[in-house]
Nanobody, 125 residues
Framework: QVQLVESGGGLVQAGGSLNLSCAAS????????MGWFRQAPGKEREFVAT????????DYADSAKGRFAISRDNAQNTLYLQMNSLKPEDTAVYYC??????????????????WGQGTQVTVSS
């Protein structure tokens, strides 16, 4: 089992920044690829960014490219998502997720094994 706990969400004005964290416990964090996903009310859960087990490869949704940065600290068992230039359409519950493996992580949320409880991000216009 892997336990994931997100933090760092909140209310921010458009153009502002937030840094989300995801603390992992349980099995060795470095064995897992990680991802950030989000879900807005009435919408499907969607891919935001993923990162390989060692941080060597990252992948971003088009909506996140150039504004968001995913990173991880395997020594601290923590995943991050730095979000800059936030827009009202970024408003959603943000989830971190993990998947065992060393290849490029998939973009589809259904292929991840463990999930956090989510953290709310609200961007006001």
């Amino acid at each position: 089992q892997v336990q994931l706990v997100e933090s760092g969400g909140g209310l921010v004005q458009a153009g502002g920044s937030l840094n989300l964290s995801c603390a992992a416990s349980g099995r060795p964090f470095s064995n897992y690829a990680m991802g950030w996903f989000r879900q807005a009310p009435g919408k499907e859960r969607e891919f935001v960014a993923t990162i390989t087990y060692n941080g060597g490869i990252t992948d971003y949704a088009d909506s996140a490219k150039g504004r968001f940065a995913i990173s991880r600290d395997n020594a601290q068992n923590t995943l991050y998502l730095q979000m800059n230039s936030l827009k009202p359409e970024d408003t959603a519950v943000y989830y971190c997720a993990s998947r065992m493996g060393w290849g490029r992580p998939p973009r589809f949320w259904n292929e991840y094994d463990y999930w956090g409880q989510g953290t709310q991000v609200t961007v006001s216009s």
